[in-house]
């Protein structure tokens, strides 16, 4: 049973209110389609749940919901806390924009809050830094230069630090810096529609024959399960910012008339491709990145990669699906053992075989 967000790798907690599906703080189900998700807590991403897994949690949930006075529902959408601390979110026949401002809503709604708290810390952190730079350099420290090698050294650290590292579907292992994300490109293509381009740095070596000083710009363009794979994990991190209800609700409307989140998709690469030839685009990003597109436009490509992996994924193509489980569960378990004692693993796993 999967525990593990398949989008941020965070653990997805446990219940003890569901026992056919214990995992999970907060549940959303579909009875009538059949569709159970875990609500991750810290991204707000939903996780579609294994078909063979859902069938029994999705009754238990349904029976739970019925029996708690504890809710809050509209015609379509209901609310409720159980007093385990579980909550379930029981999902009626909403039509599309009311499902998607549910769903989307918590996500970008919490992004918005974090990055404002971040920024009034950094806004802080500046105040503190003019205020004590001055103040060191008058007693003589020279601690402005010290002190702002240190800002610059990491926040060239915070840029390189790898945030993707996925398994093509040619087995070749793929791993994106934080900056080379934030600039990740949307293209047309013939025959795919649409391709996601990546320009990643790699350092030279000696042992590949590169006597070089200097980095080297490696272009990486993928198509079709792979393209819709990371960009579900490189959208969330350009739309880090979130947005407000207004915005949201703009983007749930460019989804809607699009009606196939595939269009969608093609339609926003192919005006990315025009913008780029245009010089539309901020002179901080690269020609037709992502993040020089408008809010609304961002978002609106973040919900139709969700929607459509799910769709292949209840139309019986479980690979996609199965894959994003297996990233996030290896990166979990790396993540967990890193901090383990030597032996720890061994022993439990001879307790385990009841040793």
Not at 156 to 185: C, H
Not at 258 to 284: N, T, V, W, Y
Request: aromatic share 6%.
């Amino acid at each position: 049973m999967y525990r593990t967000c398949l989008f941020c790798h965070g653990d997805l907690g446990s219940n003890e209110a569901i026992e056919a599906f214990p995992v999970g703080r907060r549940l959303a189900f579909d009875a009538a389609k059949g569709r159970l998700w875990v609500v991750c807590r810290r991204c707000e991403r939903w996780n579609l749940t294994p078909m063979e897994e859902r069938w029994e949690a999705i009754e238990a949930c349904e029976r739970a919901f019925s029996n708690t006075t504890l809710r809050v529902s509209t015609d379509n959408v209901g609310l409720a806390r159980l007093r385990e601390g579980l909550e379930l979110v029981r999902i009626g026949a909403p039509q599309r924009p009311e499902m998607a401002a549910w769903r989307y809503g918590d996500q970008f709604g919490r992004r918005r809050r974090r990055f404002v708290l971040l920024g009034a810390g950094g806004v802080a952190a500046a105040g503190l830094f003019a205020f004590g730079g001055p103040a060191a350099a008058l007693m003589g420290a020279g601690g402005v230069v010290p002190l702002m090698n240190g800002f610059n050294a990491a926040r060239a650290m915070w840029r390189r630090r790898v945030v993707i590292d996925t398994r093509l579907a040619d087995g070749s292992q793929l791993k994106v810096r934080r900056a080379e994300a934030a600039d990740a490109q949307l293209r047309s293509h013939a025959a795919a529609g649409w391709a996601l381009r990546l320009e990643l740095k790699v350092k030279p070596s000696i042992w590949r024959g590169d006597w070089s000083s200097k980095d080297r710009v490696e272009e990486v363009r993928l198509v079709g399960d792979d393209a819709l794979r990371l960009a579900g994990q490189v959208l969330p991190r350009v739309n880090a910012a979130g947005a407000g209800r207004g915005t949201v609700q703009d983007s749930v409307a460019l989804l809607e008339e699009a009606r196939d989140p595939q269009l969608l998709l093609r339609e926003i690469a192919r005006g990315a491709m025009r913008e780029s030839g245009s010089g539309r685009f901020s002179a901080k990003r690269s020609p037709g990145a992502i993040a020089g597109l408008p809010a609304a436009q961002r978002l609106a490509l973040e919900m139709a990669v969700n929607e459509d992996v799910e769709r292949r994924a209840l139309e019986g193509e479980l690979q996609l699906l199965e894959a994003a489980w297996r990233d996030a569960e290896e990166v979990a378990k790396i993540a967990d053992d890193m901090f383990l004692p030597e032996g720890i693993a061994a022993r439990l796993e001879r307790l385990r075989r009841g040793e």
